[in-house]
Each structure stands twice: as C-alpha cells, then as structure tokens.
C-alpha cells in the first residue's frame, strides 16, 4: 500500500495518541472527520494499523527488569528452529524473538521482577526449550530510550 503525506501524519499522531477521538485527529492534521475516519479504516483493513493497545509502566506492574537473550541452536535445520519457535511463543515473559543473523541464532526479550524471577523463568522456560547449544543473558542496567513508534 502505498502511503501519502496525510496518512503519514495520520500514523503518526495515532502511534504517540492511540485513544484520541477522530473529530480530535481530523483537527489535529487539517482534514475532514469524515475523510479522516475513511483513512484510518483503510489503513486498519490494509495491516498498516494492526491495533491498538495500552503501554504498560513496566515497574508498576511487576516487570522491572529486561534481559536480552542470545540462543544459539545445536544446528540450524527447519524441524529445530520450528520446535524452538513453537515453544518460544508460549512463554508469557518473552516479550519479543528475532531470528538473527550473527554470532546467535536468536535474541530474546525477557521481562522479569527481579533476577529472582529471571531465574525462575531460565529454570522453568528457557533451559527447556528445544535445540539449544547455548544461551548467553544480558541485563538491562537503564534504559536510555524507548519507543514503539516506528518513523514514518
């Protein structure tokens, strides 16, 4: 799909205000209610606006801590990397899994209270899953920036 400039702006404000009222973003990028509300449904039919959620302060909800996770597999065969994937998508704390290229197979973001709870979480989940040499565990000490916007 290709986008132009108004459903570039469009994007943008929803990505920083995802609950404003359409009437609100129609003003806030000069365009009518109406043509504003065609927009945004196309983009949402198309997948350029998969949904909506609320972001979550992760210190008051329990979840103080990101560590990243590097996973190396034993070997790179579709049947290990299938099975690693399945199970991988079952662990609630891993917020996130990427296929890497480099020196790991796979880099996982792991939230956990306390590394407490990242040790129950290695114990229970991560030394379980299938196919893996070795898994290296990096914890965030700050977090400098953070954001879900992507630059459109």
């Known amino acids: 799909m290709e986008l ?4 570039r702006r469009i994007l943008r404000v929803l990505q920083r205000q995802g609950r404003i009222s359409n ?3 129609a003003d806030s990028i000069n365009l009518s209610a109406s043509a504003c509300h065609r927009r945004v449904q196309r983009l949402e039919q198309a997948g350029v606006i998969r949904g909506y959620v609320a972001l979550l302060d992760g210190a008051r909800v329990d979840c103080r801590s990101t560590v990243f996770v590097e996973i190396t597999l034993q070997r790179q065969a579709d049947e290990v990397m299938d099975a690693f994937e399945r199970e991988v998508a079952r662990i609630p ?10 020196t790991a197979d796979y880099l996982l973001k792991v939230v956990a209270a306390d590394t407490d709870d ?3 979480i290695h114990r ?12 290296h565990s990096s914890f965030t000490l700050r977090t400098v920036c953070r954001t879900t916007a992507l630059p459109v």
């Open 118 to 120: 990242f040790a129950r």
């Open 23 to 25: 009437a609100e973003l």
């Open 124 to 135: 229970k989940h991560l030394s379980r899953l299938p196919g893996v040499a070795q898994m």
């Open 4 to 7: 132009d400039s108004v459903d």
């Open 93 to 102: 704390d891993i917020l996130e899994c990427h296929l890497m290229a480099g």
